[in-house]
């Protein structure tokens, strides 16, 4: 991981430094440079992370949104065949402007709190929940480098995809700890999902769909 410090006027993300399927770490970067280069239209295509003066960069490849999708959509035929309703909010920055604090979650969403985001027409998460859990496809980075800004915006649980395994891990006093069940999304078959992700990674959706749905109705 290479270091930096941004300058003071530039709001696009140099296009020398934008990383490529890599990660860089740029230090002595305020609140409002950060918000600045989050909103310009030029640096949509780089993911940003950002806490405590530093700003990670990162980009990313076709198997880690390959990953990202197909857990997607089990998680959407597991919630339709278990009843329990969840809410999808994708890559949606997350941003708490008191804590100074801004990640972009590779997949985050509801599950306890959608009868309160149901209500809602935004989410300002300086008085508003965070999401019940976040994806991570940890490929190109340490998603343990996000830990810390997750856990400062108070996100429940983090699910980590390394290698070819699915591990959760839930904030207990400030920190997270590795975990054997969600209790965000109890009964979500993790050793399945993983095995299915890994299997199915050059099948088209609807193959994947059809034999995850006929594996939930054979699993006790």
Not at 50 to 79: C, K, N, P, Q, V
Not at 85 to 93: A, D, H, N, V
Not at 157 to 176: K, N, P
Request: proline share 6%.
């Amino acid at each position: 991981m290479s270091t930096a410090t941004l300058s003071q006027q530039a709001v696009p993300v140099p296009p020398a430094t934008r990383p490529q399927n890599d990660v860089i770490l740029l230090g002595g970067v305020t609140w409002d440079q950060y918000r600045a280069y989050r909103d310009d239209p030029e640096n949509n295509g780089v993911r940003m992370h950002y806490a405590d003066g530093e700003l990670l960069l990162m980009t990313t490849g076709m198997l880690h949104e390959r990953l990202s999708h197909l857990l997607t959509l089990m998680f959407a035929i597991w919630s339709h065949f278990s009843g329990q309703p969840i809410m999808g909010f994708g890559r949606w920055t997350l941003l708490d402007e008191f804590k100074k604090k801004g990640l972009e979650a590779d997949n985050c969403y509801y599950a306890r709190n959608v009868p309160y985001v149901q209500q809602k027409e935004t989410l300002d998460l300086n008085v508003d929940p965070p999401p019940d859990l976040a994806i991570e496809i940890d490929i190109t980075t340490h998603s343990r480098l996000k830990f810390a800004i997750y856990a400062a915006l108070g996100v429940p649980e983090v699910w980590v995809w390394r290698g070819d395994a699915l591990a959760v891990h839930r904030l207990e006093d400030g920190t997270y700890q590795a975990v054997s069940e969600s209790q965000e999304l109890p009964g979500f078959p993790l050793d399945v999902a993983a095995r299915f992700a890994v299997e199915h990674l050059r099948d088209d959706d609807a193959t994947l769909m059809e034999a995850f749905r006929a594996e939930l109705t054979r699993t006790p």
